[in-house]
């Protein structure tokens, strides 16, 4: 995808992307390439002591899928100049994690360039376990 969809995208207008279930050996491979080693990530009996019911995902790595879902939806000659999100809830080993966001707002930028302003949603089920927004700068017209 060359990104010229972005020139034509609209407020209202949607993406999505659907990780498979998270696994013990995705948040291992996270906390080497974070270097966070937080025991919450990898030791259940720990991760119940602390109250949290057993392992849970890195947030940063749930916040990764949700910028994901928009470099996938942008295309390569897009470029994210923002991202942040709110965690709400755990992601656990099993979970399937859906990726939802919706156009907010366009607006020429500065460089020239379409910026657009996207909210973003991750769900497990039908509960939300972050929410947040990028700006996605649209590919040079010239």
């Not at 942008?74 to 979970?95: H, L, M, Q, S, T």
């Amino acid at each position: 995808m060359n990104g010229m969809h972005l020139l034509q995208a609209r407020v209202g207008d949607t993406f999505a992307l659907s990780i498979p279930a998270v696994t013990t050996t995705q948040l291992v491979r996270y906390a080497g390439a974070s270097d966070d080693y937080n025991r919450i990530h990898y030791d259940h009996a720990y991760a119940q002591e602390a109250g949290l019911g057993g392992v849970i995902a890195h947030g940063m790595l749930t916040m990764g899928f949700m910028g994901r879902a928009v470099s996938d939806w942008a295309g390569p000659a897009a470029a994210i100049v923002d991202i942040e999100a709110r965690f709400n809830a755990p992601v656990r080993p099993g979970d399937v994690v859906m990726v939802v966001g919706t156009v907010a707002d366009c607006a020429p930028g500065s460089d020239g360039r379409r910026r657009l302003r996207c909210e973003i949603v991750a769900r497990v089920g039908e509960k939300t376990v972050a929410s947040g927004a990028a700006v996605v700068a649209a590919p040079r017209t010239h």
